[in-house]
């Protein structure tokens, strides 16, 4: 059985549809790229995910249960699913620390001792538990979106979702993110990253899906679609990309 389950997920502002009859199946430990161009749908697709956009219509599940379900517990949902931003969204008076257990205190219920000695490991697993009393402000790119990753982790998610969170770094920061990503894979999380790194797609994942105008218009092994792919507008996409 599937982790995540999309089926016929639709979301629209006004006129605009954004996910039309969108689905999409992920195994749990599997490594879903997201491409496209921009305004394809990827980024709402995750925040509908994780429940931050009310879909229109369709279905969501994870892990069997249906998470577009109005009686669904939003908070419950959304604690066993990690997200990250390309623009970090750290609150820039806390601390790391401070940054890493706000949500699981206030949100969810942890206890305090407990959502600090979580929030430290984290912080020490991506390296930054010397960094843990300073404030965002006072670190690198590099460093402010492996301190959002640890965030996301401190709920030791089932699932992560990542939304171009390379894309705001410089280029040398760039390799430090994509190593814990690759730390991430070979422990087996679930992932859907939004990237236009096409190289570290080719490496890290599992299954490559293109989307184009809210549709999942091609998907398959990342040989298959970065080397070989078969719509003509994913081939436009990647000719694009690559100049």
Partial sequence: ???????????????NVVLDDFGLEVSEGECVVLIGASGSG??????????????DDGVIELAGTDITDPRADADKIRSTIGIVFQSYNLFPHLSVLDNATLAPIRVHGVPRDEARRRALEMLDRVGLRDKADARPDDLSGGQQQRAAIARALVNSPTLMLLDEITSALDPELVGEVLDLLRDLRSEGMTMLICTHEMAFAREIADQVCFLHQGRLLE???????????????????????RT
């Fill in 219 to 241: 998907s398959g092994p990342p040989a298959q679609v970065l080397d070989n792919p078969s719509q003509p507008r994913t081939q436009e996409f990647l000719r694009r990309i």
């Fill in 1 to 15: 059985m599937s982790l995540l389950s999309l089926r016929g997920v639709r979301k629209a502002y006004g006129d």
């Fill in 42 to 55: 990827k980024s709402t697709l995750l925040r509908c995910i994780n429940l931050l956009e009310v879909v």
